[in-house]
């Protein structure tokens, strides 16, 4: 640790870091020292990598929030729900590769009669509030089927083939650049109504028998 106290208290113009930063660099060090020695000591480890200890996953999962909410430096707790709920959506809605003709999913009837499930009106009524987020990942969906199909029919019956004029849309397009897709609304209404679906299979009266089904895809993609 010597040598950071030495090069804190020199006194050039460059080569030099900010006051904060030399602050977590110190802190970081010390604290590795201390971790390794508790590792070697106490836990009796043969050897420790340090290379193990860093934070590339947590820097990734920022990546992803700045570039969701218009790639942005600085994001608000607000956008970091927003991502929240699109990454739980893609999570949920992972397109399978379309490479080769995917077979139809077979589904068993007594499966489907252990969930009585039903799409209402209130359902809808309690997404508006996550409607941003939904039509971003029905866009997502849309665009990542096409680069899979050649059929024009099959185009516009997944985006919109005019942009929509939207009021105080400068975030959105400096997203775009030309790139985003603005999904037809029977895409938001699928992804919509997958999202209800699935927070009621994971709702207390079903999520038991839900979890302990050994393919649940055959009771989600119904």
Known sequence: MQWLDVWEQLKFDNGILTPETHSAFRLTTETLIKLVAYCLEDLEFDYVLLGKFQTNCLEERFGKYRQLSGSQYRVSIRQIYE???????????????????TPPIKFDEAILRKFKIEVNAKDIKMKTPNLPAITYVAGYC?????KKLSCTACR???????????ENAEVIESMSRGGLKFPQ????????????????????KYSTVFHALPN??????R
């Open 185 to 204: 609304p029977a895409v938001v209404n699928a992804v919509m109504t997958a999202e209800i679906v699935l927070d009621k299979l994971l709702s207390h």
């Open 216 to 221: 649940q895809s055959k009771s989600f993609f």
């Open 83 to 101: 991502s929240e709920r699109k990454f739980c959506l893609q999570s949920a809605l992972k397109l399978p590769e379309m490479d080769a003709e």
């Open 142 to 146: 849309a665009h990542a089927a096409l």
């Open 156 to 166: 516009t019956n997944l985006v919109e083939e005019e942009d929509i004029v939207l």
